[in-house]
């Protein structure tokens, strides 16, 4: 039941992240960000889930933290899909390389 | 009898004296807009006060003693500064001149300015100056002197240029300005030089160390020329005297009070106030007596042949201050200050006069006046009074004041300038003499005027001056003693009491010289039994050189000016290519750096996220390559 080792949760976390942020800093599609950004969160949760559980001082803190996290998330994920509604209400589009109006 | 209190209280109210026409000037400044024309009584009110007070603070000292009140104005570190004011002999004598010719002047202009429109701003102005020129005269130290000399010259700027829509009244109060400012730059230096040798602004104090040694004596000589060359500018002293007769722009009561009576005489004022240091350098009396001579003959040359009536005057005035400082040069303390008098009187009285014929035949060349004796039967006798007294005419105020100065020339055995006053003296009665009988006799040459004689607020001041110009000779004659001589040398210790008797035959030269001068001028321009040209006439040479002043505004225009110009020019290249250019450059690569930066600010929220992500990697890297912390 504990054969599974610290460093494959880790590795998995570290696969999950990195592929998150890809998609975080190529896609076009807002929506696919947005999702990219749930997926670097989630990597973080399980490395939080993981040290609270295998980690050299376990402790219950890391698992409350990472359900901190999700609520976080929840709250981020329905503030952006609103902001990207009243956007594409405007912009007429969810491409991410038209929303530039900060630039110089 | 009075005693002695009461001679310290006349004095103590001294400070009220330039009060009154600054409280003119503020009044009308504020309220000229409503009072117009009734501006002119609220002038002529508080300057009759400043003359009372003043006759009052001359009869205190006369019977008393010097007052002087003073206190501390700044203190900085060691040096303390202070503001008053002195009533002396020369300050209560200045002050009488100065009030009684500057309530005259505001009278006079109350007819002669009478169609004016800007009457209250002309007489805010006149009451400006009018406080300045008495705030000099009672100044005690040499700051507080050097600020009223400055607000004179911007009275004087601001009379001149009163018709300033005139380009030519422009131009002159400018040149004005700025040819004064060349010698108050000299007055400055000299004051700050005496103030860094003996650490005190006070006229006392300076004179104190002088006696004992405390200053060498190359800087007493220094400095006294430097305080000379503020006097110059302001005295109008070859050969800085090309702004007067341009003053001449200015409306003619300013002309009468501001460069007859009482601002050029300003100059002649400060070498009287400063006489001790003078004395204490014999080159500096040598140059102060020179430039004096020199300037005498200079100027009445040129008045010699001027078509316009207010520019001989000038002239004349600018020849008559040179004999001033030619006095003063010369060891004549009271000489000169008894001739800045007389010449306070009978110029100031020409000047109204010359207004008064202005004023009747709406022209300013004398070649085409004439015949106004008939016409003018109260200027006409009042300017024949002037004239007699400039020309050093027997009984006359100026013929006492201009023998003292030919003696005083005499006994300092400088010969050479002797014979410049007594050449000048002839000139002066010939131009004078020649500027009456074109106005005054023949016929009138210009057609269709109607002429008529001034109102009686201009004739009244002309009166009282006439009858000044003649007796204010006597308070000093060989004959009947010389109550000012002994007056002004009592009780100080830097000036021996004067009984100059100079030889009597001066005196009987003097006379001579000023009949043949008169006979001259009766017999060219009265009897035309010589013709006019005698010696020279239009277009000759001498003629020509004397007409243009001896050219001395072209040679500055040509040297001075010129280079100034084609220096400034260079100048202006070199702040618009180089300074500005350098200037310009930093500003413009600044902003070409900014638009450079600003391209990596492209509002792609991933290309941010990316450079993050580049950064931390880059930390992490440096962070894992150093094994832990940094360093």
Known sequence: MTSIPLSAYLVLALVLFCIGLYGALTKKNTVIVLISIELMLNAVNINLVAFSRLGPSPSITGQIFSLFTIAVAAAEAAVGLAVLMSLYNRKKTVNIDEMNSLKH | MLDKGDEDAMMEIAWIIPL???????????????????SAYIGILLTLCSFLFSVLVLWGRIRGDTYKAEADWLNIGEAHIKAGFEVNQLNALMLVIVSL????????????????DRLPVFYAYLGLFTFAMLGLVISPNLLQLYIFWELVGLGSFLLIGFYFYKEEAKAAAKKAFIMTRIGDVGLFIGMILLFWKTGSFDFQVIFQEVEGGGITQSMIT???????????GKSGQFPLHTWLPDAMEGPTPVSA?????????????LVAAMYPLFLASTSAMLIVASIGGLTAIFAASIGLVQRDIKRILAYSTV???GYMMLALGTGGYTAGVFHLMTHAFFKALLFLAAGSVIHAVHTQDVEEMGGLWKKLRITGPVFLIGTLAISGVPLFSGFFSKDEILSSAWENGNYVLFGLAVIAAFFTAFYMFRLF???????????????????RSMTFPMIILAVLAVISGYINTPWFGTFLGSWLTEGNPYLEPEHRSGPVWIMGAATLVSLAGIALAYLIYRRNSISREWLGGEGSFLHTVLYNKYYVDEFYQGTIVWLTGFVSIFLSYIDRFIVEGLVNGIAASIHKLGRLLSRFQTGQTQHYGAIAFLGLAVLVIIFALTGGMFG
């Open chain 2, 319 to 321: 020849s008559q201050l």
């Open chain 2, 437 to 455: 009988f074109l106005v005054f006799s023949g016929r009138l040459k210009k057609q269709g005027v109607l002429v008529h004689e001034s109102p």
């Open chain 2, 257 to 269: 009070l501001i460069h007859a009576a009482t601002m050029v005489a300003a100059g002649v004022y």
């Open chain 2, 101 to 116: 010719v500057s309530f005259l002047v505001h009278l006079y202009s109350k007819g002669y300015m009478q169609r004016e």
């Open chain 2, 222 to 232: 220094l400095t006294a020329i430097l305080i000379f060359i503020g006097a110059m």
């Open chain 2, 20 to 38: 009154f026409p600054l409280l003119s000037f503020l009044l009308l400044l504020a309220a000229g807009r409503v009072l117009k024309e009734k």
